[in-house]
């Protein structure tokens, strides 16, 4: 099945502890993404990669960092800077970033509640 | 970036049809209008996307008239599982990645 995944499903960490999220995809596509959702909120970008090796910031990227070594691989690292990391973060990918009818495809998002 | 402004929150009975609208006075000429929907604790879930005119799928439709300055989603007899949040985006144009709002939150009641 092709598809976008994310582990772990729930992450507790002790405030200042790094943390990095997985996010893996196996449908070829180029870009991916990353968001975050505090609660009742809507999605902010922190991240996003249009190709290998090759990222940008979003709205709220301080605090997090990001690495795009594999076109399937798109991990986020919450750092000890992020002021308030506890949220939901959603991971998604889509054939190419900003371009015409670019449907983006989610994965089923990590929890980080953060101690 | 175009933004958008949709209806915080609307409630419904199932069986009704649902339209909720959704202002982007700024859309470039290039950009798509596309609806996502998203029930707690997932990611958004894609509905359908539009240019201009109409668009229909087997789950709903999206009215757009011709200055493009708003859209519609129109979600027809809805049931109790369309209790979700939708999300209007305007985007496309450029390498830039598209931007979620706040957007609306529909409730179904039976």
């Known amino acids: 099945d092709g598809g976008i995944t994310q582990s772990p499903k729930y992450l507790f960490r002790k405030e200042g502890q790094n943390v990095t999220l997985s996010c893996e995809q196996n449908?070829?596509?180029?870009?991916m993404y990353w968001y975050r959702q505090d609660p009742g909120q809507g999605l902010r970008l922190i991240y996003y990669?249009?190709?290998?090796?090759?990222?940008q910031k979003g709205d709220i990227a301080e605090g997090y960092s990001v690495s795009r070594e594999k076109k399937e691989s798109f991990p986020l690292t919450v750092t000890s800077a992020q002021k308030n990391p506890t949220a939901f973060y959603l991971c998604?990918?889509?054939?190419?970033?900003?371009?015409?009818?670019?449907?983006?495809?989610f994965g089923p998002g990590t929890r980080l509640t953060v101690l | 970036l175009a933004k958008t402004t949709q209806p915080i929150s609307m409630d419904s009975y199932e069986g009704q049809e649902v339209n909720i609208t959704c202002s982007h006075n700024?859309?470039?000429?290039?950009?798509?209008i596309t609806w996502y929907q998203q029930f707690p604790s997932q990611g958004p879930r894609f509905i359908i996307q539009?240019?201009?005119t109409k668009v229909t799928n087997e789950v709903a439709s999206l009215f757009i008239p011709a200055d493009r300055k708003s859209s519609t989603l129109s979600l027809p007899r809805v049931s109790l599982s369309d209790t979700a949040v939708y999300y209007c985006?305007?985007?496309?144009?450029?390498?830039?990645?598209?931007?979620f709002g706040s957007g609306t939150r529909l409730q179904v009641q039976p």
């Open positions: 998604a990918s889509s054939i190419m970033a900003g371009v015409g009818n670019n449907e983006q495809f």
């Open positions: 449908l070829n596509h180029d870009a």
């Open positions: 990669s249009q190709i290998v090796n090759d990222f």
């Open positions: 700024n859309i470039a000429t290039n950009d798509y």
């Open positions: 539009g240019y201009k």
């Open positions: 985006l305007v985007g496309g144009t450029g390498r830039r990645a598209l931007t």
